[in-house]
C-alpha cells in the first residue's frame, strides 16, 4: 500500500547542496568519506513518521503516495527546505559575550541560547548570522524507503532511536501502556533528559498508548563517570545526532 500520514517508514537518504556537496547522509562510509562521520550517530536508515515534521517539510511531503522500495531524487527550493535567508537574524555582537572575548569569521558559537557563525569581526563586534546554515539553500536528497514499521514495539524503537541515536532499547507494550527500560548510560546523557517528554508525547499521538512508562534501574556501581557525562553534554551542545 501507498505510505500515507501517519506511517512509520525507514529512509535511508543523502542530502547535498552547492555542487554535490554532501551534508548529511544516513549511509556510515559515506560520511566517512566526506567528513562528516558522527561516531555517536546510527547509520543504516532514520525511522520517521510521516506527516510529523520530523525531517524537512519537502522531503516530507514526498513520502506521500510512494510505496516501500522506492528510490528517487528530489530537488528540494528553501521554503520547503530549510527555510529563506532572514537578514534580521544577523545580528552585531559585543565580543564581550563571546568566551576569551575573541571570534574570528567561520568560527560557530551560541549566544543567549542561539546558535550561529561569526561572519565578519569589526574592533570589538562581530556579526554573527543565527540562520540556518543551508537557510537560502536548494538542496538535493536521494532516498529510498527501505521498509514501513507495523508492530507498536518497533514503532517506538524507531522514536527512540531518532531522538536518543541508541538503536534499540528494551521495549515492551501492555495494555495500551509503552513500558520503557532506560539503559543506564543514557540517564545520564543530556540529549535523553532534553527529549523524553517530547518522546512520550509521540508514542501517545502516533502509536495511540495511553501512557508510557520510563523504568530506570541503577545497579550497584551503575552511575556515570564526570568525564562520560560531560561528553554527552558536549554531543548535547554541538547539536550531534
Avoid: C
Avoid at 126 to 149: C, M, Q, S, W
Avoid at 173 to 201: C, G, H, Y
Avoid at 228 to 238: L, N, P
Amino acid at each position: 500500500m501507498a505510505i500515507e500520514n501517519g506511517d512509520f517508514i525507514k529512509v535511508s537518504y543523502t542530502g547535498k547542496f552547492e555542487g554535490g556537496l554532501i551534508f548529511d547522509t544516513t549511509d556510515e562510509e559515506l560520511a566517512k568519506e566526506n567528513q562528516i562521520f558522527n561516531p555517536r550517530g546510527v547509520y543504516g536508515g532514520d525511522v520517521v513518521v510521516v506527516g510529523a515534521g520530523h525531517t524537512i517539510k519537502g522531503l516530507d511531503e514526498d513520502f506521500v503516495g510512494k510505496d516501500v522500495g522506492y528510490k528517487g531524487e528530489l530537488v528540494i527550493p528553501p521554503e520547503k527546505g530549510f527555510g529563506e535567508h532572514d537578514p534580521k537574524q544577523v545580528e552585531t555582537i559585543s565580543l564581550n559575550k563571546f568566551e576569551d572575548r575573541k571570534a574570528t569569521p567561520g568560527m560557530g558559537v551560541e549566544i543567549e541560547g542561539k546558535r550561529g557563525v561569526v561572519t565578519k569581526v569589526i574592533g570589538r563586534r562581530a556579526r554573527v548570522d543565527f540562520n540556518h546554515p543551508l537557510a537560502g539553500k536548494e538542496v538535493t536528497y536521494e532516498y529510498t524507503i527501505d521498509e514501513k514499521l507495523e508492530g507498536d514495539v518497533d514503532k517506538i524503537n524507531g522514536l527512540l532511536s531518532l531522538y536518543t541515536g541508541v538503536p534499540e532499547i528494551e521495549v515492551e507494550v501492555e495494555d495500551k501502556t509503552a513500558i520503557i527500560n532506560i539503559p543506564v548510560a543514557l540517564s545520564f546523557n543530556q540529549r535523553w533528559l532534553m527529549s523524553k517528554n517530547r518522546i512520550a508525547s509521540e508514542i501517545i499521538e502516533n502509536i495511540g498508548m495511553e501512557q508510557v512508562k520510563f523504568v530506570e534501574t541503577y545497579p550497584v556501581g551503575s552511575p556515570a563517570s564526570a568525564e562520560e557525562e560531560e561528553a554527552e553534554s558536549e554531543d548535547y551542545e554541538s547539536g550531534e545526532e
